[in-house]
């Protein structure tokens, strides 16, 4: 029976939640995630689950926060003064803006406070801060 192996091209059925049982994603309603093993496109974690794995075994891994997005970080939320915002704009709870930074760079943040004098962006990925776990059968080799 072949087992999956580093520079192998598989495909995998998962169930991502979080400590609550909340799901974060799912390949339940689209077809498997295909992936190279040692390419880098996952969570070193969860590839390394899927190295000896044959197709139709099923696994479970938790990924702690610090191997997966990391810790929520104080430093990637910012305050702005709404006056200091463009005439018209109204943002919303949850809208995602892009931020031009001084170097010419531009992130994405999420608007996560809004009040009458303030606006606050959260540049932490959504999941930072919080432990992952995958509950995923390998489908195939591609």
Sequence with gaps: MRRAKMGDRV???YIGTLDNGRIFDST???DPLSLTLGADEIFPMLEQAIVG???GEAKNVVIPSDQAYGPRREENRISLPRKELPVGSDPQLGQKVEISLKSGRSILMRVVAVDEAHITLDGNHALAGLDLTFAFKLAAFD
Excluded: D, F, P
Aim: charged share 35%; glycine share 0%.
């Design 11 to 13: 495909a995998i059925h």
């Design 28 to 30: 339940e309603e689209r």
């Design 53 to 55: 794995m044959a197709v």
